[in-house]
């Protein structure tokens, strides 16, 4: 079916499904802030409340899923592309380390923000995706020795990219059931209905789209990893 759609148009919803993921976090945390400011937190904690979803949803999951999507649209050399490629990886990863660093500074300490299944998943896809990046990251700067090697891991490379942003995804939307089941309890008050209760909706929502998107075009016949085999001999 994937061979079926038009690459450009698969390109561009997975764009404009990560520009309304980025509008829509960014005007959350900076409309919302009694959400992410109670009054029991300081400016301080709120910076920090603040800069969780920012990092981890731009700059990790719109980030990465970018840098799968350089082989699709960049011109240029493989090389080029590989470059580019564990770059942006490089920086996703990066946001996503300091996004997990701003729990370790809440009021509670360490072990208090760690409880939840988001929480878990959570480590778990950031300890993927580090070693994945590790592992291209040599790869990379050996790209001429074991070649038949790279080529056997290569299909494993993939699916293991696919999964660690698929698994990214669905724990972002944890996190906004999380935190869409606080604002909405007693003690916050907000209604099932209000304009928050959607933004965040429509948030998971749009985030679920742009993870198919993207896996669509990483798998597509034309531009999934047959292709890059195929440039490997």
């Known amino acids: 079916m994937a061979s079926l759609l038009c690459p450009a148009l698969v390109l561009f919803a997975a764009r404009l499904s990560g520009f309304a993921v980025g509008l829509l976090v960014l005007f959350w945390v900076l409309t919302f802030k009694s959400t992410f400011l109670p009054s029991s937190l300081s400016q301080q904690d709120f910076i920090y409340a603040v800069l969780h979803p920012l990092l981890m949803v731009i700059g990790f ?3 990465s899923g970018e840098a799968i999507l350089v082989h699709r649209w960049l011109p ?22 300091f996004g997990i660093w701003t ?17 878990w998943m959570g480590l778990i896809c950031i ?9 291209g990251f040599l790869n990379f700067w050996h790209r001429r020795e074991a070649k038949i090697a790279r080529i056997k891991i290569l299909p494993w490379h993939v699916f ?21 089941a606080f ?12 304009t928050e209760s959607l ?28 292709t890059l085999q195929s440039r490997q001999h």
Do not use: C
């Open 61 to 63: 999951i719109l980030l």
């Open 76 to 97: 240029g050399s493989m090389g080029l592309k590989k470059s580019v490629h564990l770059g942006l990886q490089g920086v996703a990863l990066a946001s996503g380390i």
């Open 103 to 119: 729990k370790f500074q809440g009021k509670d300490g360490i072990v208090a923000n760690f409880y939840s299944l988001h929480s």
């Open 127 to 135: 300890s993927l995706f580090g070693i994945q990046w590790l592992l």
């Open 160 to 180: 293991l990219g696919l999964y660690t942003y698929a698994l990214a995804v669905a724990t972002a939307e944890t996190g906004l059931l999380e935190k869409l």
């Open 183 to 194: 604002i909405q309890s007693k003690r916050n008050n907000v209604s099932k209905h209000s």
């Open 199 to 226: 933004l965040v909706n429509s948030l998971g929502l749009f985030l679920a789209m742009l993870s198919g998107f993207v896996i669509l075009a990483a798998v597509s016949p034309k531009y999934g990893y047959h």
